[in-house]
């Protein structure tokens, strides 16, 4: 590699989360004055915004809007909590429509306790309540697997395997 290629961020994508205290708009600013190419929405970034309004932004900045971060969180020790995280994933796939951002991430969850084939079956059963949703507003669902000493809390998805 050329050192002139390691200088050209405009296939690079930065996460929102990790210029928290920035808002949308510095980052959207902040990221094309850099020559950063894309854009990966945290959910949070959007709250009390006019969610199309933030993706034309975004893309009168130049930035490739890559994905919205994040959905998932599927299991639960309870049906009723189990369908919450159904209904926020809908919501979640509304927003990334709305965004403009082709997929949605999904740390898939566990819950403290619960055995991991347990919280692998009940994220099988989400993801597959809410595809047919999210193939119907054309936005792929991306399964972020986390390193294994999440399994208990943070997901219980942790090979690509799984």
């Known amino acids: 590699m050329k050192p002139e290629q ?16 920035w808002t949308i708009e510095q980052a959207a600013k902040n990221f094309s004055e ?3 190419g894309g854009i990966t929405v945290w959910r949070d970034a959007l ?13 009168d900045y ?4 890559v994905s919205l971060c994040r959905g998932g969180f599927f299991p639960h020790n309870s049906v009723a909590g189990r369908q919450e995280a159904i209904d926020d994933n809908r919501k979640a796939i509304d927003e990334a429509e709305a965004l403009g951002a082709p997929l949605i991430v999904l740390v898939c969850g566990a819950v403290p306790g619960q055995p991991l084939t347990e919280s692998r079956k009940q994220i099988r059963d989400g993801i ?3 595809l047919p949703y999210a193939e119907a507003a054309g936005v792929k669902l991306a399964i972020e ?17 799984q």
């Open 145 to 161: 697997p986390l390193h294994p000493m999440y399994a208990d809390s943070r997901s219980a998805i942790n090979t690509l395997a």
């Open 34 to 36: 850099a020559g950063i």
């Open 62 to 65: 130049n930035l490739d809007i």
């Open 128 to 130: 597959a309540a809410v």
């Open 6 to 21: 390691l200088m050209d961020l405009s296939r690079l994508c930065v996460h929102t989360i990790t210029t928290k205290p």
């Open 47 to 59: 709250n009390g915004r006019d969610i199309k309004q933030t993706g034309q932004m975004l893309r």
